[in-house]
T-cell receptor
Framework: DTGVSQDPRHKITKRGQNVTFRCDPI?????LYWYRQTLGQGPEFLTY????????KSRLLSDRFSAERPKGSFSTLEIQRTEQGDSAMYLC????????????FGEGSWLTVV | DAKTTQPNSMESNEEEPVHLPCNHS???????IHWYRQLPSQGPEYVIH???SNVNNRMASLAIAEDRKSSTLILHRATLRDAAVYYC????????????FGGGTRVLVKP
């Protein structure tokens, strides 16, 4: 399967620890997106990259959050000093840059902060 | 922000069609309408998208109003596997073509 891949699928961490999620997009896609979803809500946009450039960051992305896409392929999302409010599903998606492009999502990485 | 309005939930019987309405009154001429669905504990799944003309694919049909301020997703014969939250999204070209999700419509399919 050559879809969007996320790792790990589930992570339980203690408050105050750092966590990192990895996303491998569909290989020919130059755009990569990160979203966050809490229970009962729709996904919320966090940030997106075109190739290695981070083009937009949501106000939701506090200074504890950092995302990178160093070679324009895979991406990482790191959360430092986790808080219980960070518990959510973190979704990665990818697409081409063409207008009206279809965006394909991964299965998500569940984070539980205890 | 791109605002869409959808009913919170809809019920359908298995094997019957489902019509999911969506209002997107602030849409501009170059903005696409996308529909995604999300099953429990899974990432959103692309369903269909369109700009001006009605669109059909193996999953669904999309009927777009002439003024483009509303659209309807049509599932022709609902199955139990179609039970999900369906999101109508107005993708703004000027905002980097990212998806801004609203609350969606939860579709319940009764056997």
């Amino acid at each position: 399967d050559t879809g969007v891949s996320q790792d790990p699928r589930h992570k339980i961490t203690k408050r105050g620890q750092n966590v990192t999620f990895r996303c491998d997009p569909i290989s020919e896609h130059n755009r990569l997106y990160w979203y966050r979803q809490t229970l009962g809500q729709g996904p919320e946009f966090l940030t997106y990259f075109q190739n290695e450039a981070q083009l937009e960051k949501s106000r939701l992305l506090s200074d504890r959050f950092s995302a990178e896409r160093p070679k324009g392929s895979f991406s990482t999302l790191e959360i430092q000093r986790t808080e219980q409010g960070d518990s959510a599903m973190y979704l990665c998606a990818s697409s081409s840059a063409n207008p009206g492009n279809t965006i394909y999502f991964g299965e998500g990485s569940w984070l539980t902060v205890v | 922000d791109a605002k869409t309005t959808q009913p919170n939930s809809m019920e359908s019987n298995e094997e019957e069609p489902v019509h999911l309405p969506c209002n997107h009154s602030t849409i501009s001429g170059t903005d696409y309408i996308h529909w995604y669905r999300q099953l429990p504990s899974q990432g959103p799944e692309y369903v269909i998208h369109g700009l001006t003309s009605n669109v059909n694919n193996r999953m669904a049909s999309l009927a777009i109003a002439e003024d483009r301020k509303s659209s309807t997703l049509i599932l022709h014969r609902a199955t139990l596997r179609d039970a999900a939250v369906y999101y109508c999204i107005h993708m703004i070209k000027a905002a980097g073509n990212k998806l801004t999700f609203g609350g969606g419509t939860r579709v319940l399919v009764k056997p």
